[in-house]
């Protein structure tokens, strides 16, 4: 199976975008892709549309709404687990109500549309705005800090405005001109002739690579990029309940852009750091006890871990072996949860130790004991019994 493709990467956008970049790129999307328009494709390339418009859909569908865009923002697929999967087995639905619905009624059928151009294909774009690059880094936490939630510093080396020049890649600000090639647009374009007349192409211009500014005395700190490397500490505020491997997003502290661009983000990747005794798994936690026979048969209290400090629990007389008990609400929190209710379980789980040597009195004792203790389960026994005869 392919590798799930970033939503942001799916629709051709990036982070931040407003959410009528959002339905544009959508639009674009099920103009170019819904199946309709492969009918009389080869089988191939109707498996390729119908691939990409199930793709495009369920990336809209997430950051179209804003809850599920910013769970996703934050912890990427891990927080919108599922939200976005949609039942197709009903079709495609028809094109035209999918614009329709998007955009109002101004919307004619196939044979209305007047050419790319009016759906953005087209057209006049002013200078691209730049985006620094992302910066991905990990942090450690125990399960402790998991589940208060807690604070760490991270440190990074990133790009950022040269100090000298203020960004500019220029030491004056008249040393930056506009860009002769694109005339200060970021773009240039292109007439080429195809079988259906003359088509206009538009493409970022080479020379000042979308900016529409050329730097003509470059800053000798920064060479003329306007940005310098520098190390960094930065303070992550973890979230309780985030599990190993989760991403958390922070807008803009990434790498700078240059001339003015849009910042990047730092990605902090969770490395959970495995507990001595406790086992996770999602908000529950496991942990296992050994008790004595005696304890076994006589009940008795223990003391277990717990996330919040040790936990006292009771144990009946003739516990078994293989009895878990469960304290509610002594997990860990949910990461999209509120309040107590969402906090897992501690399940404990006790095995009972049996001897393999005895000494002389403690076998005599043990003698003893034989015809008076003989097996005779109740019906929870029988049922822990026949449990854990399913595992062999």
């Known amino acids: 199976m392919a590798e799930k493709r970033d939503y942001y990467e799916v629709l051709g956008l990036q982070k931040g975008a407003s959410a009528d970049d959002i339905k544009g790129a ?58 976005g999967a949609q039942d197709w087995s009903q079709g495609f639905g028809n094109l035209n109500d999918i614009l329709n619905n998007l955009f ?3 919307f004619g059928g196939f044979g209305g549309f007047s050419g790319f151009g009016d759906f953005g294909f087209g057209g006049q774009q002013g200078p691209r705005q730049q ?28 790009n950022r405005p040269c100090p000298d020049c203020n960004g500019r890649g220029a030491k004056n600000a008249s040393d930056v001109k506009t860009c002769p090639t694109c005339k200060g647009t970021g773009t240039i374009q292109t007439v080429t002739n195809t079988l259906f007349g003359r088509a206009l192409n538009t493409s970022v211009c080479p020379h000042c690579n979308g900016t529409g500014k050329v730097v003509t005395n470059p800053c000798g700190r920064c060479k003329g990029t306007g940005l310098v490397r520098v190390k960094e500490t930065v303070k992550v505020r973890i979230p309780a309940g985030v599990e190993d491997g ?21 990605l902090v990747i969770v490395e959970e750091q495995p507990h001595a005794q406790l086992k996770r798994d999602g908000a529950n936690l496991f ?12 009940g008795c209290e ?22 878990v008990q469960r304290l509610r609400g ?43 203790v003989r097996p005779d389960p109740n019906r929870d026994d029988r049922a822990l019994f026949e449990k854990e005869s399913q595992y062999f």
């Open 104 to 106: 109002g009624g101004a």
């Open 246 to 266: 989760m991403q958390l997003s922070l807008r803009g502290e990434g790498h700078a852009a240059p001339q003015g661009g849009v910042n990047g983000d730092l």
């Open 287 to 298: 942990y296992t006890r050994v008790i004595s026979v005696a304890d076994a048969m006589l």
């Open 330 to 372: 002594k997990g860990l929190p949910s990461v999209n949860g509120y309040g107590l209710s969402s906090r897992g379980d501690l399940y404990v789980k006790i095995l009972v130790w049996i001897p393999r040597k005895l000494g002389r009195s403690e076998r005599e004792a043990i003698e003893k004991m034989r015809d008076a």
């Open 131 to 158: 985006r620094g690059r992302d910066i991905r880094t990990r942090v450690k936490v125990t399960l402790e800090e998991i589940a208060n939630g807690c604070e760490k510093e991270v440190t990074i080396e990133r």
């Open 26 to 83: 959508y639009r674009k999307a099920a103009l170019k892709w819904h199946p309709d328009r492969w009918v009389s494709g080869t089988d191939a390339e109707k498996k390729t549309a119908e691939e990409k418009f199930k793709e495009a859909s369920e990336a809209y569908s997430v950051l179209s709404d804003p809850d599920k865009k910013a769970k996703y923002d934050q912890f990427g697929f891990a927080g919108v687990d599922g939200a």
């Open 302 to 323: 223990i003391q277990v871990p717990g996330i919040d400090g040790p936990q006292t629990l009771k144990l009946e007389a003739g516990t078994q072996s293989g009895t």
